[in-house]
């Protein structure tokens, strides 16, 4: 089965801090993905990685930096978090090659006061 | 126009009822469609994963491919009470890794 981890189920933090999210799965996938899910809007993007350093822009990139030195890990970091941060938020990973179906964790609530 | 529509419900029927889910999608470039459960408070648990047109069954659930009306469906047989959870559809393209997904359907099984 393939296992998606992220570090923390429910974090609270303070507008203007410096957030880090951490995701890592344990099935060699090589594609890994950053969504927010929000009521209403359902999930949305924010970025991706096909690759060891490689990143790519989602749909709502702003305000939002990753990093993916491990095939196995990819971080998302919120530079200074504003209460529009406020969110659920998912990393998913897939195979690649071909095998896209992509397999998520169980979430991140993050709440910016 | 969003790429994936999906009727938010909440959709309420009773135990051991037949469940149709439906989503429309855009892109007739696509090929790759998806149906995710998700539990309140819970990351999206893969249900069904489809390539192309046509029909794939997995115990009760049934996923089906429409391509020449970009409708894409997700039925539920004998529903149960552990059933009731969002369900949501997802699709994208066979060179992107990138999916677009619907903001998701709530249904509640009654016993």
């Known amino acids: 089965d393939v296992k998606v981890t992220q570090s923390s189920r429910y974090l609270v933090k303070r507008t203007g801090e410096k957030v880090f999210l951490e995701c890592v799965q344990d099935?060699?996938?090589?594609?890994m993905f950053w969504y927010r899910q929000d009521p209403g809007l359902g999930l949305r993007l924010i970025y991706f990685s096909y690759d060891v350093k490689m990143k790519e822009k989602g749909d709502i990139p702003e305000g939002y930096s990753v990093s993916r030195e491990k095939k196995e890990r990819f971080s998302l970091i919120l530079e200074s978090a504003s209460t529009n941060q406020t969110s659920m938020y998912l990393c998913a990973s897939s195979l690649g090659a071909g095998r896209n179906e992509q397999f998520f964790g169980p979430g991140t609530r993050l709440t910016v006061l | 126009q969003k790429e994936v529509e999906q009727d938010p419900g909440p959709l309420s029927v009773p135990e051991g009822a037949i469940v149709s889910l439906n989503c429309t999608y855009s892109n007739s470039a696509f090929q790759y469609f998806m149906w995710y459960r998700q539990y309140s408070r819970k990351g999206p648990e893969l249900l069904m994963y489809t390539y192309s047109s046509g029909n794939k069954e997995d115990g009760r659930f049934t996923a089906q491919v429409d391509k020449s009306s970009k409708y894409i469906s997700l039925f539920i047989r004998d529903s149960q009470p552990s059933d009731s959870a969002t369900y949501l559809c997802a699709y994208g393209g066979a060179n992107f890794n990138k999916f677009y997904f619907g903001s998701g359907t709530k249904l509640n099984v009654k016993p």
């Open positions: 099935m060699d996938h090589e594609n």
